[in-house]
């Protein structure tokens, strides 16, 4: 059920609403363990926890994720993997998301799961519906998925300790749901490189 409306859609002369999601991938996110348990802060002594500086790797996931510009809604699935199938998966939540008669204009990089014959022929089955905006070579840091991948490794990945990939997973959809609590609408700031 689409939980959608017209609202923040834009219109450019053409009769449906057209959002726009900038979708990219965060692969490698570490499921790190902890080798002892951390000691608690001591009056005195210690002001913050104490962590031991070993660790167990326990695997990596990858976020695959889009943010609505329009919104600030983030929609997020964490993968194994992050192939042509996993991408595909994120575009049928984008389409069942948005109403059936707005267009999705996605803003993304050239990466091959985003061009694959896979996901061409998802696309084929969805005529007119989604519309692709590359980001240039090199140029992905112009994709604004990837300031809500910054603050995802500020407020809940940095540091964290996990005792499973799935413990990771859960943690990860959680602060993600927490964001959508409260959801921030990133925009870029006219600047000037000073090019001229």
């Not at 002001?47 to 790797?57: F, K, M, N, T």
């Not at 059936?100 to 990466?111: F, G, P, T, Y």
Request: hydrophobic share 40%; glycine share 8%.
């Amino acid at each position: 059920m689409s939980r959608s409306t017209g609202k923040g859609a834009v219109h450019d002369a053409r009769p449906n609403p057209i959002y726009t999601v900038s979708v990219d991938e965060k692969p490698g996110v570490q499921a790190i363990g902890l080798t002892a348990p951390d000691l608690p802060p001591v009056p005195g002594k210690a002001g913050a926890v104490g962590r031991d500086y070993e660790y167990v790797r326990r695997g990596t996931v990858s976020i695959l994720a889009g943010i609505d510009l329009h919104s600030g809604h983030i929609f997020a699935n964490v993968e194994d993997r992050h192939r042509s199938v996993e991408f595909i998966a994120l575009l049928k939540r984008l389409d069942e998301y948005y109403p059936k008669d707005s267009i999705i204009r996605v803003v993304l990089d050239n990466h091959s799961a985003h061009i694959s014959k896979e996901t061409v022929a998802y696309l084929g089955t969805r005529p007119g519906r989604f519309e692709y905006v590359h980001t240039p070579k090199h140029g992905s840091w112009l994709n604004l998925i990837e300031c809500a991948f910054s603050k995802m490794a500020r407020a809940f990945l940095r540091h964290i300790r996990v005792k499973s990939v799935d413990e990771l997973k859960a943690r990860i959809l959680k602060g993600i749901e927490e964001f959508n609590a409260t959801p921030v609408i990133f925009r870029w700031n006219k600047f000037d490189l000073g090019l001229n």
